[in-house]
């Protein structure tokens, strides 16, 4: 399973308020990813880490927040949640050696009231 | 990255080869083709990929067209546990982080008892 985990695995939140996903990793992987997945969009990336301190954003990145400050954490914030970002969040690995294979942690599925 | 094209859902029978079709005509000399793979409630998996030869692990094979405009992935000796969303992905490998994954709609793959 590649060593990931991600918490809270489910959360509730009312709009407005703040949120924070946390995702783990225990192999040291240099890249990480996180993903939401919506009902009839597939997985769409948000934001990913090249390195501790070094993110970019993905394609649907508006709204969303990362922060690497330890090599085997990525956390997903959102400054202020909207029930638009009630969704599936994935979070992934990609050993650097391996360029074409990317690793899934098991989702946190986040509702937004 | 190049446009794929796979059919909704598709049935195979327990024990028999599922072979799961994709369409990418637009593909570029650069792109590679990546299956993934969905179990229900899970994050995806990685199954395969190539460029145009052909290739086998596994888990799967993946044979690709001589002109590379489309592809189908075969798994060989179906099981129940195959039921999964198979996602064809087309892109180039930057080898960099910038290499997150697009996911379509995939098929449903139902492997019928």
């Known amino acids: 399973d590649a060593g990931i985990t991600q918490s809270p695995r489910h959360k509730v939140t009312e709009t407005g308020t703040p949120v924070t996903l946390r995702c783990h990793q225990t192999?040291?992987?240099?890249?990480m990813y996180w993903y939401r997945q919506d009902p009839g969009h597939g997985l769409r990336l948000i934001h990913y880490?090249?390195?501790?301190?070094?993110?970019d954003k993905g394609e649907v990145s508006d709204g969303y927040s990362v922060s690497r400050s330890k090599t085997e954490d990525f956390l997903l914030t959102l400054e202020s949640a909207t029930s638009s970002q009630t969704s599936v969040y994935f979070c992934?690995?990609?050993?650097?050696?391996?360029?074409?294979?990317?690793?899934f942690g098991p989702g946190t599925r986040l509702t937004v009231t | 990255d190049a446009k794929t094209t796979q059919p909704p859902s598709m049935d195979c029978a327990e024990g028999r080869a599922a072979n799961l079709p994709c369409n990418h005509s637009?593909?570029?000399?650069?792109?590679?083709v990546y299956w993934y793979r969905q179990i229900h409630s899970q994050g995806p998996q990685y199954i395969i990929h190539g460029l145009k030869n052909n290739e086998t692990n596994e888990m799967a094979s993946l044979i690709i067209t001589e002109d590379r405009k489309s592809s189908t992935l075969i798994l060989p000796h179906a099981t129940l546990r195959d039921t999964a969303v198979y996602y064809c992905?087309?892109?180039?490998?930057?080898?960099?982080?910038?290499?997150?994954?697009?996911f379509g709609k995939g098929t449903h793959l139902i492997i019928q008892p």
């Open positions: 992934a690995i990609r050993p650097t050696e391996k360029v074409y294979e990317q690793y």
């Open positions: 637009t593909i570029s000399g650069n792109e590679y």
């Open positions: 880490s090249y390195g501790v301190k070094d993110t």
């Open positions: 192999e040291n992987h240099r890249y």
């Open positions: 992905i087309v892109r180039v490998a930057s080898g960099g982080g910038a290499d997150g994954l697009t």
